[in-house]
């Protein structure tokens, strides 16, 4: 049945195309040729399993990367999963009429159905497995992008710059200013820093250490550090986490901050 692997191929990529026509049809021609492909090597692993006793199918891999084709023809996780569980349905189809054509004994005939389905179980798991990571790599990036345009630098005068904080501070958030935005400032010769907290709601001890990290840093670069924009709550909880704001000037808002340095 495996000795001629292109028929194979053609046969099992047929009858899925006949069996479920919203899958397969009016496919372009890379996209027949993806999943002609995927197919054969998939058969092809198989062949290798079934005349190797010490082939298990653990170490599948394909010679070529699925995912790069497949996003680049629009598909999805879920439509390469549904091609190759309808592959695998129709090649053991193919093998019961195998066995019953040919009288196969029974014991045979499940070893081959149980290492097919172990190879497309594996295939369907590994191409999970790298659809996954690489949507996490896709995030990660995403999100750092995201947390460095969150604090961006302002230039307001040749050197005075402003970090207009809005929204919520977390460690993320705070590391990006502190490990990205405070080199840049270096960099921008900047020698007045004014963080504006104008948007700035609550905050936790947490965070205040951390501001009080980026202003030890700030002052070892030679910059002067500005708070604007407290409102009364933020004052209050400083007030009673007993923090001392004395590095910092601090000013009503960036307006008055303008006017003083």
């Known amino acids: 049945m495996f000795e001629d692997l292109t028929s194979l191929t053609s046969k099992i990529y047929t009858k899925t195309h006949l069996a479920d026509n919203d899958l397969l049809e009016n496919l372009s021609e890379k996209e027949e040729t993806l999943h002609w492909t995927l197919l054969n090597e998939i058969l092809l692993q198989l062949k290798l399993t079934l005349t190797d006793e010490t082939q298990q199918g653990e170490s599948f891999t394909l010679d070529f990367d ?64 790298k659809y996954t990571k690489r949507h996490e790599n896709h995030l990660s990036l995403a999100e750092k992008e995201i947390l460095s345009l969150s604090a961006p630098i302002v230039p307001i ?14 460690s993320q958030r705070l590391d990006t200013i502190f490990n990205v935005t405070l080199p840049n400032v270096a960099e921008a010769k900047v020698e007045t820093l004014i963080l504006d907290f104008s948007g700035i709601y609550s905050f936790d001890t947490f965070v205040a250490g951390k501001i009080f990290d980026i202003s030890k840093t700030l002052k070892i670069l030679g910059v002067d550090s500005v708070i604007t924009g407290l409102r009364p709550e933020l004052a209050q909880t400083i007030v009673q986490l007993g923090l001392n704001l004395n590095t910092f000037t601090i000013y009503k808002d960036v307006k008055t901050a303008l006017r003083k340095v």
């Open 66 to 129: 699925i995912l790069d084709e497949a996003t680049e023809l629009g598909m999805g996780i879920f439509d390469l999963i549904e091609l190759l569980s309808n592959y695998r349905y129709e090649l053991l189809l193919a093998y019961q009429e195998l066995c019953e054509k040919n009288n196969f004994h029974s014991k045979d005939c499940n070893r081959l159905s149980n290492k097919t389905v172990r190879i497309f179980d594996e295939a369907i798991l590994q191409t999970s497995i």
């Open 157 to 170: 005068k040749e050197d005075v710059s402003v970090i207009p904080l809005v929204g919520s501070l977390n």
